[in-house]
């Protein structure tokens, strides 16, 4: 006589074996996963507003602007003339969105290309002290932006030199580059800091392939150049694409380094800084602020919505393996 056991369904909220409740973050965990996906499009929808609003408001005039509200305009309003202001020779709009995309694209480029190498050298090839210099790599992400701006900027513009005590002689160990008030200044910076979280990242996700893939490769006789851009990029684009969103957005989006190396040297300047300096004197210019913010944040609403099906598979890469 045998005795066969009944089937146990240990399934919880989400639908997977072993996921029962077991405390308060399992059953808030359950309640999120279980949110209609209709809320969650309301909820977009309501953070969308203050962009709607921004949007008419940059078509309306000043006398409109200060009577009502957006959602009270009227035909008679709407001008064109905040953007003939904001892009005027005397403004320089365009002008500072070149310094901004010259400022963002290589501040995003740079940090992927290098920190892909890295990653997969850090998942993949087996060097002496690989563990300790990943992990000294993954602490810079501990160090504050704040406290290292100034130091940069007195590099930037003096170089760093260091005097032998004893021999009484300077050893310059990075010369003078003259950077101070350019946006080279300002994406090196930004460069310098994204690559600890960019490495990381990225590191997270190649280490998650399959390793019958790269045996596979290895036996085919492929070195690790050869598998790295034959095998590893083309399956990490959603990672990448996932990183250079949350760098563009960043970078498009700073004004504290850009204000710290660029300061008042106007022809350098990107949007960030020009716009908050359109108001002019006491405000008397602040009808054209809807338009000039609303110029600013359409390159990153285009970039985030041409990427955005990459975003969620590569923010969740190197989760789970398997």
Known sequence: MSVTAPLVNDAGPGGQPGDEPSG??????????????GILWFIVVIWSIPTLGLFINSFRNRDGQRGSGWWEVSPSELTLDNYDQIFSARAGLGRSLLNSAAIAIPATIIPIAIAAFAAYGFAWIDFKGRKGLFIATVSLLAIPLQVALIPLLQMFVGGAKYTLPLLDKTITIVPDFDLAGTTTAVWLTHTGFAMPFAIFLLHNYISSLPKDLFEAARIDG????????RLVLPLSIPVLAAFAIFQFLWTWNDYLIANTMIGANASQQPTTILIANLAGDFGRNENILPAGAFVQAFVPLVVFFALQRYFVRGILAGSVKG
Do not use: C, K, Q, S
Request: a positive charge; proline letters at 5%.
């Open 222 to 229: 492929a070195n690790h150049f050869t598998i790295f851009w």
């Open 24 to 37: 308060i973050i399992d059953r808030v965990y359950g309640f999120l996963r279980g949110i209609p996906t």
